[in-house]
């Protein structure tokens, strides 16, 4: 069977081994597009991932504060309470992806693998820190998201590696997503923005989609956000807000293309992280 | 290029596909090899929801499955949600309330009304549009769909 349909991560590891080559199947929802227009080609032998136990689970370690979230955790799921009273933000990123048939079928760790320059959920995990699990025949590695990320729909994963999870901190704080589109429902990021604020750590991050070649993070903004914001209340001076939106749009580094201009994605970065963080300080002390 | 052999699990039979190519997608198999036309293909990038069909009860676009990882699992199209000639609730609340002009995108939605309602049987306004967001209709303007789902929430009520 050119298609293996493994239900164990050791199965899907073995399959790998005999076959280094092979093509790996997450959702679908990226490359079938391919397959089905003739733009590119599986190679012969694919090893379908959507039924391997390992990767279909996730789990909350509450003495970490960490969620690991499987790689073949689908959109639908991560919507779902527990995962999305855990990482808010994932949740809220994964409800703007596509459609209900895209959301049941396209998954997280096949978002991370596309690495499009406008995956929802890509900003989410660097702003959150997240760390990407990696499994071979050889043996596994953990790697920082914004180290796996290094271009357009281009990772640092090795030939014959498998993406196998996701591990999250759950963050004491606040933290949201938001996006821009032609439309509300089934488009692709025209610009987008995560902000996530730590208050245990005393940390902001903000990460932009859609803005450059990947994920792109705010830093001179971050620093602002740390140094104005009042960690009791998550609010933040009017002025410096308008001074954080500029320093925002100051970082992406966006092109001109067939959904939308350079100047507005531009524009559309500042406007977003103002509203989050607007949101961030009406939802007050509880996250 | 490598002609495949598999067996599908579709509207409760098992069918035997023959010849498939690899990568070939659900959509494809189903309409070209197992002669199951009522799904329909469109734009074949997941973006207009015409061949919607479950598997394993959960809503797809057939375009984006690859016919051959499907195996094992159930697959249930729009042929399968009711015999021929006698119309299920879904179908007829359509028909009652004019949801239907050229027709091409009503097997999905049918598909999609019927995954919704399985999993929220009294959905408000905004959960069907936000759930039927990925069924794409030219025709309609979308009024009599909507009108189509309140009808059938209203039969299951009085049942």
């Known amino acids: 069977m050119p298609v293996l349909v493994p239900t164990t991560l050791r199965e899907t590891l073995v399959a790998l081994d005999d076959h280094p080559s092979a093509t790996l199947l997450a959702g679908g929802t990226d490359s079938m597009v391919e397959y089905n227009e003739g733009r590119a080609r599986p190679s012969d032998t694919v090893i379908a991932l959507s039924r391997v136990a390992e990767l279909r689970a996730w789990r909350h370690d509450p003495a970490e504060a960490t969620l690991r979230v499987g790689a073949g955790v689908t959109w639908t799921e991560l919507m779902e309470v527990p995962p999305a009273a855990l990482v808010p933000a994932l949740a809220e990123a994964a409800r703007t992806v596509g459609s209900p ?24 995990l660097s702003a959150l820190g997240a760390t990407v699990q990696l499994a071979s025949p050889e043996g596994e590695r953990s790697v920082p998201i914004d180290e796996l990320m290094i271009g357009v729909k281009r990772t640092a994963l090795r030939p014959g590696e498998l993406i196998t999870a996701v591990t999250l901190p759950v963050l004491e704080g606040w933290q949201g997503y938001a996006k821009v589109g032609v439309r509300n429902a089934m488009v692709i990021a025209v610009a987008s923005v995560c902000v996530a604020l730590d208050r245990e750590a005393g940390t902001a991050a903000i990460a932009l989609g859609s803005v450059g070649p990947t994920v792109l993070r705010a830093a001179e903004a971050e620093a602002l956000v740390v140094a104005a914001i009042d960690w009791e209340t998550l609010a933040i001076p ?50 | 290029m490598t002609a495949e052999h598999f067996v599908l699990h579709v509207n409760g039979e098992d069918r035997e596909v023959l010849d498939s190519w690899l990568g070939e997608s659900l959509l494809s198999v189903l309409r070209d090899r197992l002669g199951l036309t009522g799904t329909k293909g469109a734009c074949e990038q997941g973006e207009c929801g015409s061949c919607s069909v479950l598997v394993d009860g959960d809503l797809v676009c057939s375009c984006l499955v690859m016919a051959a990882s499907a195996v094992g699992q159930r697959i249930v199209t729009i042929e399968g949600v009711a015999p021929e000639g006698a119309p299920d609730d879904v179908q007829q609340a359509f028909v ?51 009108d189509a789902v309140e009808r059938t929430v209203q039969v299951r009520e009085r049942r």
């Open chain 1, 238 to 287: 009017d002025d410096t807000l308008t001074r954080i939106a500029s320093l925002v749009s100051a970082a992406a580094q966006p092109i001109d293309d067939h959904r939308s201009t350079a100047d507005y994605r531009r524009h559309a970065v500042g406007v977003l992280t103002r509203r989050l963080l607007g949101r961030a300080q009406s939802t007050g002390v509880t996250s």
């Open chain 1, 101 to 124: 048939q895209i959301r049941n079928t396209g998954t997280l760790g096949g978002n991370v693998a596309t690495c499009s320059p406008a995956g929802d959920g890509l900003p989410v």
């Open chain 2, 96 to 146: 009652d309330a004019g949801a239907v002009q050229c027709g091409f995108c009503t097997p999905g939605l049918i598909m999609a009304v019927h995954s919704l309602l399985g999993r929220r049987p009294h959905p408000t306004d905004t959960e069907v549009r936000e759930e039927l967001a990925g069924n794409v209709c030219r025709c309609t303007g979308y009024g009599r769909i909507l």
